[in-house]
């Protein structure tokens, strides 16, 4: 077994690898570090969790250990897709480098640009950013991208996903070709092994095993329903979500509830909260404080439901929860691993519980065979109501009188419970959508980077038309990619 000692870490990151109580690398460290420090391009293909953020940033501390940053010219450059993953890599940084004198921005949405222009201006050794809010500091002129002399892409499938991907391929082609790219992906779809083809030179590969199994001490549990008529279905899950969770009693101390969409997010939030249920949402259109602030509270437990979607969530360090409930069956299989994963964590119990509309069956099944196993069926403790009741009898028979919880932590109602129709407000802020989920869960992600608050911002040409529509190249083809490779590597 690989030792620290054996990969040639400077001894200033050695030491905080010590005080952070590491023992041993990781398969993907072990893998990525030694070619990283030679200076070599990797590939890692590893996920969340493998502990591949130490990969890239304990070689890029030693190396930039050695120089010294120019005044708006950084000399490594992160890319993550979310916000809260860029965070996540700065504080990285900040453990591994605190015995290295390294300077750091963070350039992510929500953040002021007149303060990351002052940290710019002084020069900084790391710039960890979203690609969106990168571009848009290179647009204004603040930023050279030409003294970069490590670029880490990380989480590459997830920018794929978030129609990220003609961003990171204009950042590339904005730093000198001599370079050195680490790129990070948990899948290796057609379009990322273009990209790796195209920007990366004879890399080194270094893939861990894939998660394509869930902890066996999760139970496991899905629930088939469907509602008296498809106009009520959403509702109707609403209140079979809360009735599972009252089934669990205290032994659901927190949990997160995840949707695949982002209005859902809001929706189940808000229905959970106007029940009295401490819940608050966390996606990528909510301001950065706020977010922070949700997570924060989950994380120090003040926060009983966090409801996310899977890109507002995915890679955040989260204690371990005592339930997850997938209030849609995720569109992704591999995601459902991501996101019962949650719970269960370092040999103790967990429960997963999942909501299974007929429109989600065949995701269901892509599930069960990536775990190849059945996921037990638990019979609906909610009876859908007879199709024959009229639309306005309906209305009242369900959502009028919200019912006491099991367990109350922090009651969050600021607001009086609305009465009689009570669920209308929320369903008119954010209206229901379709149960079809592959396309508009994908759309959804491309505006969780965060930018303008996920506004698009309407700007004539390629990137700035992009909006929550596009998937994957969209319809933006910039003007390199129709060079040769030569051409590009010269230029
Ligand atoms: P990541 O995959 O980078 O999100 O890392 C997942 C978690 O593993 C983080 O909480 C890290 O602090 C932790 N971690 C990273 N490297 C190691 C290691 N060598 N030994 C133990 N824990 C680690």
Redesign the pocket.
Known sequence: MTTFSELNLGPKVMKAIDE?G?????PI?AGAIPPALEGRDVLGIAQ???????SFTLPMITKLARGRARARMPRSLVLAPTRELAA?VAE?FDTYSKHVKLTKALLIGGVSFKEQDQLIDKGVDVLIATPGRLLDHFERGKLLLTGIEIMVVDEADRMLDMGFIPDIERIFSLTPFTRQTLFFSATMAPEIERITNTFLSSPARVEVARQASASETIAQQVVLFKGSRKDRQAKEKRNLLRTLIDAEGDACSNAIVFCNRKSDVDIVAKSLQKYGYDAAAIHGDLDQSQRTATLQGFRDGKLRFLVASDVAAR?L?VPSVSHVFNFDVPSHAEDYVHRIGRTGRAGRDGKALMICVPADEKNLADIERLITKEIPRLESPVKAEPAAVAPAEAASTEEDAPRKPSRRRVVRRKEKPVEATSEAPVAEAAPEVPQKAEKPARAQRSSEDGRNGGKSRGRAGGRGRRDDNVVGMGDHLPSFIALSFEERRAG
């Open positions: 952070a590491y023992t041993t690398p990781t460290q969340t969790g493998t502990g591949k953020t130490a996540q990285n890679g360090d």
